[in-house]
């Protein structure tokens, strides 16, 4: 199971599977999945623009190992494409960058949920 994130013409970023756009009308779960690759789009986009270096290029690839014996995500590869001319010297900065997302620093030490049902009647 793969995800692309890339940026638009404006710089926004955006969440692909199989050439489509991935939204919330489409699969809340992908978007869930998604938000690790895109965070860390973020944090890249930044690292490129303070340096003066065009990050339309970029590209990244969110590979996710899927267990379908247990319908989880086992392990999540993030796949940086980086344009050719790209600084050497900048390569393991970038990857430091992307360890910095927080969607992924939550997934990596997820929160416990806490369900609370209540049988109050809601206030309109």
Known sequence: ????????????IV?????NEITMNES??????????????????SFMQQRGLPFQEVGITQKMNYDRTTNMV????????LPSNFPEKYVSAIKNVI??????????????????????????
């Open 1 to 12: 199971m793969e995800i692309q994130i890339k940026f638009d013409k404006n710089g926004s």
């Open 15 to 19: 969440p692909f599977m199989n050439g």
């Open 28 to 45: 809340p779960f992908l978007i869930f999945l998604a938000t690790a690759g895109m965070c860390s789009a973020v944090f890249v986009r």
């Open 74 to 81: 086992g392990d999540i590869d993030m796949v940086v494409d």
């Open 99 to 124: 360890a910095q997302c927080p969607v992924k620093r939550h997934l990596a030490a997820p929160p416990t949920f806490n369900v609370i049902a209540n049988l109050s009647p809601v206030m309109e």
